[in-house]
């Protein structure tokens, strides 16, 4: 079955950075559009970005640009996160989904807790 875990949240400091893994399994992972979303508790979920199958395409919404960073291993079945100069805006749980057709599927989140 298609499983998503992610890794490498934790406390950190403003301005510092963290970089997050979501490892895949149960699907061919170099086929699937990967996605980051994240949430805040009382917040919808929004999407951080999104990196498209082989291609490598990558796209993230205007409010994330900049300082996030979207790359993929397809050897490894794993999609990252780089976050930089990190703020206490960006303290939420950050999720990995997969669009496996024609399901979505999610992991269980990694949280990332930004403060001095």
């Known amino acids: 079955q298609v499983q998503l875990v992610e890794s490498g949240g934790g406390l950190v400091q403003p301005g510092g950075s963290l970089k997050l893994s979501c490892l895949a399994s149960g699907f061919t992972f170099s086929r699937a559009t990967m996605r980051w979303y994240r949430q805040t508790p009382g917040k919808e979920r929004e999407m951080v970005a999104f990196?498209?199958?082989?291609?490598?395409?990558?796209h993230y919404p205007d409010s994330m640009k900049g300082r996030f960073t979207i790359t993929r291993d397809n050897a490894k079945n794993t999609v990252y996160l780089q976050i930089d100069n990190l703020n206490s805006e960006d303290t939420a749980v950050y999720y990995c989904c997969a669009y496996v057709y024609p399901t979505l599927y999610w992991g269980q989140g990694t949280q990332v807790t930004v403060s001095l």
């Open positions: 990196i498209i199958n082989d291609s490598g395409v990558t």
